[in-house]
């Protein structure tokens, strides 16, 4: 198992669990494109029913994709980067590398870490998807005790295990150009059903032993935001979580350039 608080890896006693992501993952290719691109905003969106107008609310369906799906799909995106590359083994990766499609995902930070900053340049029109603590639970894994019990079908098994691992937290803040988001902790999701990654071989060894690099089931627990196109020029997003255990990461910062 892999947990981020902005990037916190987490390894449950029994097998691996991953992060997860994305709805659509086309295959040979390392762009993530969006499910339904095509689709405007519905009318949860255009009646602004949520704590925060910068953010698309928590129940709408951004692009034709639930807020669920699209947290996936950050995973997706995240687990599609060669290790070279990957955004969540080195803070001054490229963040446009590996992106595509209706929203720009933005690159985790490592947990536990402060004061860190990160810049990335996102082509105006985009959405921002952002990442805030997540756990992926992904299958089969190299343990043999890692598997559902009798009974039990592998969605329920892998979810409790993403569920339980991303129970730690007690505080989510964050700011966008200075002026906080409200009631964070509401922006949270978990997969309905199963869904599949894909990931890049060369991450079995930074990221997560459980890749196999053929299309793999998969749960998500997660908080995630996805931030409405910004005007373009400067903008500035700090996150800082708090977890029930005392730990701290943040805040950190992610410049982003619209352009």
Not at 45 to 68: C, K, T, V, W
Not at 188 to 193: D, L, N
Request: glycine fraction near 10%.
């Amino acid at each position: 198992m892999a947990k981020l608080n902005m990037m916190r890896r987490y390894r449950a006693p029994l097998g691996a669990v991953v992060v997860g992501v994305l709805a659509l993952f086309l295959a040979g290719d390392h762009r993530v494109e969006a499910a339904s691109v095509g689709r405007g905003l519905d009318a949860e969106e255009i009646r602004g029913q949520d704590p925060n107008s910068a953010l698309f609310p928590a129940q709408s369906h951004p692009y034709g994709s639930s807020m669920e799906t699209w947290a996936e799909n950050w995973w997706r995106y995240l687990f599609a980067i060669p290790a070279a590359q990957n955004p969540f083994l080195s803070t001054t990766s490229d963040c446009s590398v590996g992106q595509g499609g209706q929203v720009f995902f933005i690159p985790p930070l490592p947990v536990g870490s402060k004061s860190l900053s990160r810049s990335c340049t996102v082509e105006h029109g985009k959405a921002l998807g952002i990442t805030l603590s997540s756990v992926l639970n992904d299958y089969p894994c190299p343990d043999p005790t890692f598997q559902p019990a009798p009974g039990q079908s592998l969605f329920d098994f892998l979810l409790a295990g993403a569920v339980a691992g991303n129970g730690d937290i007690a505080e989510i803040d964050v700011t966008l150009d200075g002026q906080p988001l409200n009631d964070i902790l509401s922006y949270h999701f978990a997969s309905h059903e199963l869904m599949f990654i894909k990931g890049d071989l060369s991450l079995r060894t930074g990221l997560d032993a459980c890749i196999t690099g053929d299309f793999q089931p998969a749960a998500v627990d997660s908080y995630f935001i996805l931030v409405k196109p910004l005007a373009r020029g400067h903008h500035t997003i700090v996150r800082r979580v708090v977890t029930t255990r005392g730990v701290i990461t943040g805040p950190n910062t992610t410049e982003i350039d619209v352009l």
